[in-house]
């Protein structure tokens, strides 16, 4: 059974570019959620998809965004980069979104430049 | 919102000892506790939760034991192996909300021979 597929692995972006991550989540899995983590910040929440409509969302500013498709798949975007939006960021998947035991991906990092 | 302590930040134990990491949460509505294990270039890897009409639960050489008035859980690994070295992450979320999990700022547990 194939985990969550998380691309690119790795990506360097400059400031003020644009960048669009993918998740894929565990086949019949349909909450999908997005956590950025720093060294600093540590683990922070982003938001959750669940039948591609945004169902929660954490302390984050408008440039970062996501969408889901029909297919569970999910896809972050964010605008204007930063310097600091430099991070790994993780996408977990669940079965549906009152379901405990989220599964987490291996991450995309993203260095700004 | 929520807040997730977590102590210490660094552990080291003998192969073989036990370890024991700590958390606190400050919402009471709250009640949802996984446990989470991060390897080096990997997402984090649930290892065990609890909810919180449980007080403990246990598997195989993990527990996690849940305090509900006092607003802390712990985590207890017997008879550590080089393995089990990495860094643990404590969550909790609340109630309707089991996807945006809050983080404590993990604890580097060191398992030497």
């Known amino acids: 059974k194939a985990g969550v597929t998380q691309t690119p692995r790795y990506l360097i972006k400059t400031r003020g570019q644009q960048v669009t991550l993918s998740c894929s989540p565990i086949?019949?899995?349909?909450?999908v959620s997005w956590y950025q983590q720093t060294p600093g910040q540590g683990l922070q929440f982003l938001f959750e998809y669940f039948s591609e409509t945004q169902r929660n969302k954490g302390n984050f500013p408008g440039r970062f965004s996501g969408r889901q498709f029909s297919n569970s798949r999910s896809e972050m975007n964010v605008s204007t980069l930063e310097l600091g939006d430099s991070a790994l960021y993780l996408c977990?998947?669940?079965?549906?979104?009152?379901?405990?035991?989220?599964?987490f991906g291996s991450g995309t990092r993203l260095t700004v430049v | 919102g929520e807040n997730v302590e977590q102590h210490p930040s660094t552990l080291s134990v003998q192969e073989g000892d036990s370890a024991v990491i700590k958390c606190t949460y400050s919402?009471?509505?709250?009640?949802?506790f996984p446990w989470y294990k991060q390897e080096l270039g990997k997402g984090p890897q649930l290892i065990i939760d609890?909810?919180?009409?449980?007080g403990e639960k246990k598997d195989q050489r993990i527990a996690v034991t849940l305090n509900k008035t006092a607003k802390h859980f712990s985590l207890h690994i017997t008879e550590t192996q080089p393995e089990d070295s990495a860094v643990y992450f404590c969550a909790a979320s609340i109630r309707g909300t089991a996807s945006k999990l809050t983080f404590g700022t993990g604890t580097r547990l060191q398992v030497t021979l």
């Open positions: 086949s019949g899995h349909r909450s």
């Open positions: 977990a998947s669940s079965l549906n979104t009152a379901n405990y035991g989220y599964t």
């Open positions: 919402d009471s509505a709250s009640n949802y």
């Open positions: 609890i909810r919180s009409n449980v």
